[in-house]
C-alpha cells in the first residue's frame, strides 16, 4: 500500500491505495474524501473539518487555535452588517523587487488566493452594543507580512477610530516587515506608532489581538502597543527568532518561549483569551473603558 508517492517527472504527487476495501479505485475515493479531515498540529489527531469549522476552528480535542483568515475574523468579531472600507490599496513594488520570484507575481498570486488587495482588511460596525473600527490582518497573504498597503490601512483604521472616536480593534497575524519593499516597510513601523500615538492624546482607546504568529516588525510596533494586549492560546509571539536570540545570548531557552502563556507570564500580556470567548471578552473590555 503506498500512501505518497512522490513522481521524478515532475508531475504532481499521488496518493494511491489500491487494497480491496477501496475497490481499487483510488482516483474516485480522493475526490470524495479530499479536504474532509484535517490533521491538527497541536495533538496530531485527525478532525473531521466540519467539527473543526463548527467550533471555530479550533480543534475540538486539545484546543488548538488554527489560523483564520481576515474575513472570517471579522464575522466572527462584528454584528452582520459591517461594512468594509479603506480597499482598493495595491503595492507599488517600489524597488520592483526579485528573489526566486518576483514579487509582483507573488502579489498576484496572493491576490487570487485570497481576493485581497494586501494582507489586511478594515471594517466598520459593531462589537456587541459597541460601535468599533476593526483592523484585521491575513495571515494567508505573504505571511501576512507588512508593507506599505498594510501600514497605510491600519494607518486609516487609527485615524478613522480618532476622528470618530470609535475604539480601536487591532487583529495581529504577521511574520514581520516585508522584505520585499526594504525599508519602505520598516518605515511603516514609525508611521502606525506615530498614528497610535495620536490616539492615545484623543484617548480612544485601543485592543490589539495578538493571534498565531505575531513576529518581527509588527510585535515592535503596533502589536504591543495597546491599551490592552491580549492573545489566542498558544500564539508564537515575538521579535527575533529563538534560533538567532540563543546564538546571541548563547543561552538555552526555556519551554513555551514565545508562546501566549509565557508572554503572559512574564508581563507582556495583559490576557489569554480563548476563541469562543475572545468577543464577550473585548465588549466587556470597552464596557470598562468607556466608564
Ligand atoms: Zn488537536
Given at each position: 500500500m503506498t500512501w505518497f508517492k512522490r513522481e521524478e517527472n515532475g508531475a504532481p504527487a499521488t496518493v494511491s491505495d489500491p487494497s480491496p476495501e477501496n475497490g481499487g479505485d483510488a482516483a474516485a475515493k480522493n475526490v470524495r474524501t479530499e479536504g474532509l479531515w484535517v490533521k491538527c498540529p497541536g495533538c496530531r489527531q485527525p478532525i473531521y473539518k466540519a467539527d473543526l469549522d463548527a467550533n471555530l476552528r479550533v480543534c475540538p480535542k486539545c484546543q488548538h487555535h488554527f489560523k483564520i483568515g481576515a474575513r472570517e475574523r471579522i464575522d466572527l468579531l462584528l454584528e452582520p452588517g459591517y461594512e468594509v472600507v479603506d480597499t482598493g490599496l495595491r503595492s507599488t513594488d517600489p524597488l520592483n523587487f526579485s528573489d526566486v520570484r518576483r514579487y509582483k507575481d507573488r502579489l498576484r498570486v496572493a491576490r487570487e488566493q485570497t481576493g485581497l488587495d494586501d494582507a489586511i482588511l478594515n471594517a466598520l460596525g459593531r462589537l456587541g452594543p459597541h460601535d468599533v473600527v476593526l483592523s484585521a490582518m491575513e495571515y494567508a497573504f505573504i505571511?501576512?507580512?507588512?508593507?506599505?498597503?498594510?501600514?497605510e490601512t491600519i494607518t486609516r483604521a487609527i485615524d478613522r477610530a480618532r476622528e470618530s472616536r470609535k475604539p480601536l480593534i487591532v487583529v495581529a497575524a504577521s511574520g514581520g516587515a516585508r522584505m520585499m519593499e526594504g525599508v519602505?516597510?520598516?518605515?511603516?513601523?514609525?508611521?502606525?506608532?506615530?498614528?497610535?500615538?495620536?490616539?492615545?492624546?484623543?484617548?480612544?482607546?485601543?485592543?490589539?489581538?495578538l493571534t498565531d504568529p505575531t513576529t518581527g516588525g509588527v510585535t515592535a510596533s503596533f502589536a504591543m502597543l495597546g491599551d490592552l494586549n491580549i492573545a489566542e492560546p498558544g500564539a508564537l509571539i515575538g521579535f527575533a527568532g529563538p534560533r538567532v536570540i540563543e546564538q546571541t545570548i548563547r543561552q538555552k531557552l526555556p519551554d513555551g518561549f514565545q508562546r501566549s502563556e509565557f508572554l503572559l507570564e512574564k508581563g507582556f500580556l495583559d490576557a489569554v483569551v480563548h476563541r469562543k470567548d475572545l468577543k464577550a471578552y473585548l465588549v466587556r473590555a470597552l464596557e470598562f473603558m468607556k466608564a
Open positions: 505571511g501576512g507580512s507588512m508593507g506599505a498597503v498594510v501600514g519602505v516597510s520598516l518605515l511603516q513601523m514609525a508611521k502606525i506608532a506615530t498614528a497610535l500615538a495620536q490616539l492615545d492624546e484623543a484617548r480612544v482607546p485601543y485592543i490589539c489581538v
